[in-house]
C-alpha cells in the first residue's frame, strides 16, 4: 500500500512559483508512473502532468504545458511539480497520484495524497 504526502503549496503573488513535492513510502515507488492533478471549488478534479517510472518521458496538459515541469527522485521516494509564472486561476488543491500506467485519467491512478493548497492572487 503506497502512502503519498504532499507538501510545498501556500500563498503566492500571480507570476511566482511555487514547488510541489509528494513523498512516498509503503511501496517500490520506481515501480509507479506519477502524476499530479488539481480541483479547485466548483470544478472537476483536472490532470496536469504525469511522468514514467524512469523519469524518462512525460506528458502535460495544455493548460500548464509549458508553465508546470514534473520531475522525480527515485532515491528519494519524491516527485515534484515546479510551477511557475502561477496565475489566479492556478487557485486549486494539488494532489500527487500512482499508476501502474502512464495515463492522464485519475480513475486508472492506484493511490493518490491527500492534496496540498495552493492559492495565487492577482
Known amino acids: 500500500q503506497l502512502q503519498l504526502v504532499e507538501s510545498g503549496g501556500g500563498s503566492v503573488q500571480a507570476g511566482g512559483s511555487l514547488r510541489l513535492s509528494c513523498a512516498a513510502s509503503?511501496?517500490?515507488?520506481?515501480?509507479?508512473?506519477m502524476g499530479w492533478f488539481r480541483q479547485a471549488p466548483g470544478k472537476a478534479r483536472e490532470f496536469l502532468g504525469s511522468i514514467s517510472r524512469s523519469g524518462g518521458m512525460s506528458d502535460y496538459a495544455d493548460p500548464v504545458k509549458g508553465r508546470f515541469t514534473i520531475s522525480r527522485d527515485n532515491a528519494k521516494n519524491t516527485v515534484y511539480l515546479q510551477m511557475n509564472t502561477l496565475k489566479p486561476e492556478d487557485t486549486a488543491v494539488y494532489f500527487c497520484?500512482?499508476?501502474?500506467?502512464?495515463?492522464?485519467?485519475?480513475?486508472?491512478?492506484?493511490?493518490r495524497g491527500q492534496g496540498t493548497q495552493v492559492t495565487v492572487s492577482s
Open positions: 509503503g511501496g517500490t515507488f520506481s515501480s509507479y508512473f
Open positions: 497520484a500512482a499508476s501502474r500506467s502512464l495515463s492522464r485519467h485519475l480513475i486508472e491512478y492506484n493511490y
